[in-house]
């Protein structure tokens, strides 16, 4: 199904709202807000929760109105459009782990480059992570579709009947589904730990966190090579 178009009323709100996120979820009015508000804990200070308030809404409200991160915001529309096109031929039952995959990389990218350490080796490794969840998901395509063509579409229900007939097959699409789920429940861990990393003076270093995101790429790779074996027999 088609994306309905958007009047230039509808797409000048969506874009504001898009900067309200951006700017209540950036990591520098988050941690602005946060610093302030332990600090004032700490002290006895609890008039100062208020003025962590009021920073947060400061800094967000500049965020707001800054040319670049409007600027960021509008790539980032223009990406996720064009996400939902190059998936549309993928099945549903894959569509939403590509789609997911590429805003958590977005969302995590962009915290990242606006940090005071972007960590350029976890942002490679993130890039690559969401770029193999793309490619398992298309090479999948053909055995997800001949699976949901003799079982129907993919539900937890009807994959367990099948899993229990012991059918391979099913093994390895039910591995797929569980693979790229974790891949994008990582990314965004995984990044959201990279981030709170660049705002505290402990946390995980870059090589560890670039070294668990190659893994997830490693199991992604190996699955898709079970799944291939197994249609390959079936088709």
Excluded: C
């Excluded at 400061?58 to 459009?81: H, I, N, S």
């Excluded at 099945?91 to 962009?110: G, Y």
């Excluded at 940090?115 to 999948?140: F, H, K, N, Y």
């Amino acid at each position: 199904m088609s994306s309905p178009v958007l009047s230039s009323k509808q797409r000048r709100q969506q874009y504001g709202r898009q900067l309200a996120f951006n700017a209540a979820t950036h990591p520098w009015p988050l941690a602005l807000g946060a610093v302030v508000a332990v600090a004032s804990i700490l002290s006895g200070v609890l008039f100062g929760v208020f003025v962590a308030l009021l920073a947060y809404v400061g800094v967000a409200v500049t965020m707001f109105f800054d040319d670049a991160q409007g600027q960021k915001v509008l790539e980032r529309m223009r990406a996720q459009r064009e996400n939902a096109s190059s998936v549309k031929a993928l099945p549903e039952s894959l569509q939403k782990h590509v789609v997911e995959a590429r805003a958590q990389r977005d969302a995590v990218i962009s915290a990242l480059q606006d940090s005071a350490d972007p960590m350029p080796q976890v942002q490679a490794e993130i890039r690559a992570l969401t770029a193999e969840v793309d490619r398992v998901a298309t090479a999948g395509a053909p055995a997800v579709r001949f699976y949901e063509n003799r079982h129907g579409p993919i539900t937890r229900a009807s994959n367990r009947r099948q899993l229990d007939n012991g059918d391979i097959l099913a093994q390895r699409v039910n591995d797929l589904i569980h693979v790229l789920t974790n891949a994008v429940e990582q990314i965004g861990v995984l990044g959201g730990e990279a981030v709170a990393a660049t705002l505290q003076a402990h946390g995980e270093d870059q090589r560890q966190l670039a070294r668990r995101v190659a893994g997830l790429r490693d199991d992604l790779q190996a699955t898709r090579a079970g799944l291939d074996v197994a249609y390959r027999k079936e088709s």
